[in-house]
Protein backbone atom coordinates (compact mmCIF):
# COMPACT_ATOMS: atom_id res chain seq x y z
CA UNK A 1 0.00 0.00 0.00
CA UNK A 2 1.48 3.19 -1.11
CA UNK A 3 1.53 5.87 1.96
CA UNK A 4 0.23 9.35 1.48
CA UNK A 5 3.49 11.26 0.42
CA UNK A 6 3.91 8.51 -2.21
CA UNK A 7 0.76 9.36 -3.66
CA UNK A 8 1.26 13.07 -3.34
CA UNK A 9 4.35 12.30 -4.90
CA UNK A 10 3.15 9.89 -7.44
CA UNK A 11 0.30 12.61 -8.32
CA UNK A 12 2.54 15.68 -8.34
CA UNK A 13 4.78 14.09 -11.30
CA UNK A 14 1.86 12.65 -13.27
CA UNK A 15 0.65 16.52 -13.77
CA UNK A 16 4.17 17.75 -14.43
CA UNK A 17 4.76 14.94 -16.79
CA UNK A 18 1.44 16.06 -18.57
CA UNK A 19 2.46 19.68 -18.69
CA UNK A 20 6.59 18.76 -19.64
CA UNK A 21 5.15 16.28 -22.18
CA UNK A 22 2.07 18.78 -23.68
CA UNK A 23 4.15 22.14 -23.51
CA UNK A 24 2.09 23.32 -21.18
CA UNK A 25 2.97 25.95 -18.20
CA UNK A 26 3.56 24.75 -15.45
CA UNK A 27 0.26 23.36 -13.37
CA UNK A 28 -1.55 24.71 -10.40
CA UNK A 29 -0.02 22.53 -7.37
CA UNK A 30 -3.17 20.14 -6.17
CA UNK A 31 -4.75 20.96 -2.87
CA UNK A 32 -2.15 19.26 -0.39
CA UNK A 33 -3.07 18.36 3.11
CA UNK A 34 -0.94 16.52 5.34
CA UNK A 35 -1.09 13.16 6.52
CA UNK A 36 -1.46 14.56 10.47
CA UNK A 37 -4.52 16.41 11.87
CA UNK A 38 -3.93 19.78 10.90
CA UNK A 39 -5.21 20.52 7.60
CA UNK A 40 -2.99 22.63 5.35
CA UNK A 41 -4.54 26.35 4.97
CA UNK A 42 -2.88 27.67 1.69
CA UNK A 43 -2.35 26.32 -1.47
CA UNK A 44 0.25 27.33 -4.15
CA UNK A 45 -0.51 28.37 -7.64
CA UNK A 46 2.60 29.88 -8.73
CA UNK A 47 5.96 28.74 -9.08
CA UNK A 48 8.73 31.02 -9.14
CA UNK A 49 11.92 30.82 -10.43
CA UNK A 50 14.16 31.80 -7.45
CA UNK A 51 13.19 28.96 -5.56
CA UNK A 52 15.71 27.51 -8.08
CA UNK A 53 18.41 26.36 -5.59
CA UNK A 54 20.70 23.69 -7.56
CA UNK A 55 21.23 21.86 -10.55
CA UNK A 56 20.53 17.88 -10.14
CA UNK A 57 21.88 15.69 -12.86
CA UNK A 58 19.94 13.13 -14.65
CA UNK A 59 22.23 10.36 -12.48
CA UNK A 60 21.32 12.44 -8.83
CA UNK A 61 17.43 12.41 -9.46
CA UNK A 62 17.75 8.63 -10.61
CA UNK A 63 19.18 7.96 -7.33
CA UNK A 64 16.69 9.95 -4.98
CA UNK A 65 13.68 8.35 -6.72
CA UNK A 66 15.58 4.58 -7.16
CA UNK A 67 12.68 3.25 -4.65
CA UNK A 68 10.32 5.00 -7.34
CA UNK A 69 10.45 3.11 -10.48
CA UNK A 70 7.40 4.64 -12.05
CA UNK A 71 7.53 7.80 -11.24
CA UNK A 72 11.56 7.70 -12.67
CA UNK A 73 10.30 6.11 -15.99
CA UNK A 74 7.68 9.06 -16.09
CA UNK A 75 10.48 11.60 -15.95
CA UNK A 76 12.52 9.62 -18.47
CA UNK A 77 9.99 9.71 -20.67
CA UNK A 78 9.26 13.48 -20.85
CA UNK A 79 12.86 14.52 -20.89
CA UNK A 80 14.25 16.28 -24.20
CA UNK A 81 18.27 15.97 -24.98
CA UNK A 82 18.76 19.82 -23.57
CA UNK A 83 16.20 19.90 -20.37
CA UNK A 84 17.85 20.45 -17.04
CA UNK A 85 16.70 19.64 -13.35
CA UNK A 86 16.84 21.29 -10.56
CA UNK A 87 16.63 21.02 -7.15
CA UNK A 88 13.77 23.75 -5.31
CA UNK A 89 12.74 24.44 -2.52
CA UNK A 90 10.28 27.63 -1.48
CA UNK A 91 11.19 30.29 1.12
CA UNK A 92 11.76 29.68 4.43
CA UNK A 93 9.04 31.87 5.67
CA UNK A 94 6.72 29.42 4.14
CA UNK A 95 8.27 26.33 5.45
CA UNK A 96 7.72 28.73 9.27
CA UNK A 97 3.86 28.75 7.97
CA UNK A 98 3.96 24.60 7.66
CA UNK A 99 3.07 25.53 3.82
CA UNK A 100 6.83 24.74 2.42
CA UNK A 101 7.51 22.64 -0.47
CA UNK A 102 10.94 21.11 -1.93
CA UNK A 103 11.34 19.00 -4.65
CA UNK A 104 12.73 18.86 -8.77
CA UNK A 105 11.89 21.13 -11.39
CA UNK A 106 12.38 20.55 -15.30
CA UNK A 107 13.19 23.60 -16.95
CA UNK A 108 13.38 23.75 -20.70
CA UNK A 109 14.62 27.01 -22.93
CA UNK A 110 14.93 28.59 -19.29
CA UNK A 111 11.44 27.54 -18.48
CA UNK A 112 10.03 25.58 -15.79
CA UNK A 113 7.85 22.90 -17.57
CA UNK A 114 6.98 20.54 -15.12
CA UNK A 115 7.48 20.20 -11.04
CA UNK A 116 7.95 17.06 -8.94
CA UNK A 117 7.43 17.26 -5.17
CA UNK A 118 9.76 15.11 -3.36
CA UNK A 119 8.75 17.06 0.29
CA UNK A 120 5.30 18.94 1.49
CA UNK A 121 5.22 20.45 4.51
Known sequence: MLKPG???????LLVAAVA???G???PVWPRVT????VACPYEIRTFSETWLD???SLQELEIALCEEPTVLRRVHACLQPDDEIWY???PPETWRAEVGR???AIVR??????????CVQ
Open 109 to 118: DGAVVGVLLH
Open 102 to 104: AGY
Open 34 to 37: PAGP
Open 54 to 56: TSV
Open 20 to 22: ACT
Open 6 to 12: RILLLLA
Open 24 to 26: VGV
Open 88 to 90: FTT
